[in-house]
């Protein structure tokens, strides 16, 4: 069945610094997502990429969808205490709410004080 | 509005006794959905709705059962609980192409 690759599994960084972290899949999805869940709570959608080549920002926060629809990335530029969490990509297959979405196993960032 | 809600928010259960799991929304979405995430795993489907009256399985249906007999609810039942049902569980929902909106999450934890 269809995987995510997720990595890192954990961070941990200096508050300021940038944040790097990657999907990767063999199968091609048509959606690219990524969530942030903070302790206690349920994911929350940061970004949602729907093309190919895309690249969308949030604030500090910046998505690719790679080009051959197998992979994204997620950027966090001059983090701050907040940015702490579980991040998760998931990749969709299709457009709409009734597409199977796939999980990564989410990355643990944590900021050293 | 008060978004996803799920109740109770901890379980604890004997293995074989049954507890059925309450997810509430009030935006009127037509999906639900309902995972549980597991330590070092991502969020996995267990079954999921795409209207009143209407469910259908996910990747990990074995030893669930929903029902969506109103809009705004979705029903998780586990009818003989066993250990490896221990997980923290979230209802999510959506409308057709948006954004999926996830609950606070139930933690359950099967002795």
């Known amino acids: 069945g269809q995987q995510l690759n997720q990595s890192p599994q954990s961070m941990f960084i200096q508050e300021g610094e940038d944040v790097s972290m990657n999907c990767t899949s063999s199968?091609?999805?048509?959606?690219w997502l990524w969530y942030k869940q903070d302790p206690g709570e349920g994911p929350v959608l940061l970004i949602a990429?729907?093309?190919?080549?895309e690249l969308t920002s949030n604030g500090r926060l910046t998505a690719q969808f790679g080009i051959t629809r197998k992979d994204s990335f997620l950027n966090i530029s001059a983090s701050i205490p907040s940015d702490v969490g579980i991040y998760f990509c998931?990749?969709?297959?299709?457009?709409?709410?009734?597409?199977?979405?796939?999980f990564g196993s989410g990355t643990r960032l944590s900021i050293r004080p | 509005n008060a978004g996803v809600t799920q109740t109770p928010k901890f379980r604890v259960l004997k293995t074989g006794q049954s507890m059925t799991l309450l997810c509430a929304q009030d935006?009127?979405?037509?999906?639900m959905y309902w995972y549980r995430q597991d330590p070092g795993m991502g969020l996995r489907l267990i079954h999921y709705?795409?209207?009143?009256?209407?469910?259908a399985k996910g990747e990990v249906p074995d030893g669930y059962n929903v029902s969506r007999l109103k809009k705004q609810n979705f029903l998780l039942g586990l009818e003989s609980a066993a250990p490896s049902q221990t997980s923290v569980y979230f209802c999510?929902?959506?409308?057709?192409?948006?954004?999926?909106?996830f609950g606070p999450g139930t933690r359950l934890t099967v002795l």
């Open positions: 990429l729907y093309k190919a080549g």
């Open positions: 199968s091609i999805f048509n959606t």
């Open positions: 935006m009127n979405h037509e999906y």
């Open positions: 709705s795409v209207g009143e009256g209407t469910t």
């Open positions: 999510a929902s959506s409308s057709t192409y948006n954004e999926q909106f």
């Open positions: 998931a990749g969709q297959l299709g457009y709409s709410s009734a597409s199977k979405i796939i």
